[in-house]
């Protein structure tokens, strides 16, 4: 993600109060806009896969974090800058790409105990609502499908910034997480450990580095 440049303006609506009390009205009622940038990137954008990262980190044995991630999926998204609230996204992700740097897990991952790709290949999510946090962060709720079982989600959204780069696409950098827990969604198998505690943990962070590229 190193490409984009982080926007460190952030513009502040504020308005005008007198007496002691001031500057607690302007903390009440202040209003954040977007980040004047944000505007020209209305439209619609696709995944660039060789340049994100669509992954999941997990506590095991409950002393380190086993990171994996989602090689092959398919994205559509669409920003509307002028109304956030219009923004979406749909992803489509094929489980058996899971990618975790050791075949025997990965081989564990995509079997009956968890996602069962043979049954359920495709995991999907597939946004409901987009509200603005604040100048360049949004908060994204959508459904979340695995194993036929759809539950809702939020997403923590940040926009990183926008440029053209040099074989004139124009890129824009988005960092999105969330926190689950995988029995929601029936990943239940486990194993328990002598001194107490699950070798695999129930709650899972799904990160989403997300370099998007302007559809033509």
């Known amino acids: 993600m190193g490409i984009f440049s982080r926007r460190q303006t952030t513009t502040i609506e504020q308005p005008s109060a007198a007496g002691p009390d001031r500057f607690a009205a302007r903390?009440?009622?202040?209003?954040a806009t977007l980040d004047p940038a944000l505007r020209a990137l209305?439209?619609?954008?696709t995944i660039d896969r060789p340049h994100s990262r669509i992954g999941f980190s997990v506590r095991h044995a409950m002393v380190t974090t086993v990171r994996g991630a989602f090689t092959d999926y398919d994205s559509t998204l669409h920003f509307d800058g002028a109304r956030p609230a219009e923004s979406r996204a749909d992803l489509v992700i094929r489980v058996a790409s899971v990618d975790t740097g050791v075949e025997q897990r990965d081989a564990h991952l995509v079997g009956k105990d968890f996602f069962d790709a043979r049954?359920?290949?495709?995991?999907?999510f597939r946004s409901t609502s987009t509200t603005q946090e604040s100048a360049e962060s949004f908060r994204m709720t959508g459904d979340l499908t695995i194993r036929a079982t759809t539950h809702p989600v939020e997403l923590q959204l940040d926009y990183l910034g926008s440029v053209v780069d040099p074989f004139g696409y124009e890129r824009a950098g988005f960092d999105g997480t969330t926190t689950i827990d995988r029995r929601d969604w029936g990943l239940v198998y486990n194993?328990?450990?002598?001194?107490?505690g699950s070798m695999v943990s129930e709650k899972v962070r799904l990160q989403f580095d997300i370099s998007a590229i302007r559809s033509s």
Request: proline share 5%; aromatic share 4%; charged share 25%.
């Open 27 to 31: 903390s009440a009622t202040a209003v």
């Open 42 to 45: 209305s439209g619609r954008w």
């Open 119 to 124: 049954r359920h290949p495709e995991m999907t």
């Open 191 to 196: 194993q328990r450990l002598e001194a107490g």
